[in-house]
């Protein structure tokens, strides 16, 4: 019934010649939207492009992806140490940040009893909501004391001693380091992949979960045999848009990464992610080379971003693909 | 129903109205009023006392100022692009810059710099260091608070066998441009390996973001040093250490020691005022300071009449105010240089 009114709604839309006027500006509406976004993407371009050609110039492309020489003093700019700031800190919060979301989305859906899915529900929606300079501020004030008072020199005493760990765990714990900037990381995009990973358990028939217990399995052999692999497009999907999200945030590590423009090899040592230096060295860079070279940066981090994501989506596409088949 | 609801459009429609006429009325009074209003942009650290000062400066004259602190970088960007009345930099032009863009430049107020440390049983004021110490301890060279160095500008105190923790700024700064300006003037191998600038390549330590960072990371970490503006180790009572300056006198960071330095200082009309005030001339001169400076566009001398009009009130009116904020007011003798500038450039 309802399928056929709305037909009837759409076909005599499309007959009369009186309702064709709005519909014409609502398509034109939809599509000036949609096409805007192609228009600012190219027009950002165009823009890194035009302020980085000086830096583009004076260092070329490979020699200022591998150089790791970040001097303002001496004018001389390389990206090899923020680009490897950014890939550790992302891959450490990936790491802290997987395993947490996928046990959270697990036990709010197959775990818990009912009366605590909501209100975990709704923490982890809250902590999406918290603005990353709040994290920051946190890291700072709070966790950065932690981690250098307790953690840290607690890590140090145990794997520190290990024969090819110790590496990773050289140096004085003063919270100001990857170790510290991947945590508050990881605690910012654990809400984006729990929620879309719960979502996506959800939407496991009951049925086969049903039937999977009838036959015997306990909770776990359901998690792993028949909820993991049926979502597994959709935790892939959240973990995606966690990595995107990771390697873009700027605020939250600001304040706990100590913008060092080192290759690091300590868990403990000060480092520098691209967002990181483009936001503390902005607004008093003083020279046109310094200011080129920071936009080459944000260049380097779109690009970055930009082959990221294709990847992902390249992946989602070929799971897709193999699931509908 | 239909009826209805095209009722309820129009309520809508007529909301919208009178939103747009009272948007585009506002705009027009906003108009109205630019001719009163005085658009500068730059250096963060002047901020503050800038617009308390405009506020001030309303209330009396009518006239408005509007400072966006976008930083000195983009405050002198936007002067030369022509698109505020002035721009504000931490960092002094030279005079063949100032010509380039057709600019002129006078200090507006005093901001210093602060060693601060954290030594288990030393208060404020009583370490004292001197520049050579303090560069070798930023150049890794002195690793430890019992150096012999330190003990014996120390006799009197009992200082740890322990690491030194070497804090700076990790964000590009003016607080920073001194201080490295200070150390590369004092000691060689400084200038030599690090230099000066808003952010540096730090030979070691750990970077705090903003005065409020690395004074987080200087009370959190025992056996630490660190630099921050005067202003922030004194509201935050950090403990600052004592400096020897240029004449070989211990001082102490006051805003007193801080106008020595500004008026003994030689600050010259002819060089548009260039000059860091680090290790200024006189007994009583604080070593680590510097003055943020204003930039004019030369040829636009309505508004820069009214921006020197601006300033030379805040000058004769503003000196309690600054010192409220913990700002250091230039000393006389440089305020009457800095009328002399504007006289012979004919803007007052």
Redesign the interface.
Known sequence: MSILRTCGKVCSLAISPKRKFPELIFLSLTAIASFSVIFFIIGIIIVLFKESSLAIGKFGIVDFLTSTVWNPVTGVFGAATTIYGTFVTTALALLFAIPTALGIAIFVTEIAPNFLKGPIGIAIELLAAIPSIIYGMWGLFTLAPIMSRYIEPALQNTFGKLPFLSVLFKGTPMGVDLLTASVILAIMIIPFTASIARDSFNLTPSVVKESAYAIGATQWEVVKNVVLPYSKLGVFGGVALSLGRALGETMAVAFVLGNNHKIATSLFDAASTITVTLANEFTEADSDLYLSSLYYLALVLFVMSFVILAISKFFLLKAERKYSR | MPSEKRRGGNIYMKQILTIAILLIGTMLINHAQAEDMLNGAGA?FPYPIYSAWANEYNKVTGVKLNYQS?????G?KQITERTVDFGASD?PLTSEELAKGNLLQFPAVIGGVVPVVNVAGIKAGELRLDSETVCKIYLEEIKKWSDPTIKALNPKLKLPDS?I?VVHR?????TT?IFTDYLSGVCPAWKEK?????????PTG????GNE?VA??VQ??ANSIGYVEFAYAKQNNLAYTLLKNHEGEFVEPTFESFADAAASANFDPKRDFYLWLNDAPGKKSWPIAGATFILLAKEKKDSNMKVVKFYDWAFKNGDTKAKELIYVPLPNVLKAKIEGYWKSNGIQ
């Open positions: 963060t976008i930083g000195s970088g983009g002198i960092k690491d923790t990790s964000d590009g700064s003016g441009a690090v230099g000066t600038g808003t952010s540096v390549s730090w750990i970077g705090g973001k960072g987080n990371y959190q970490q």
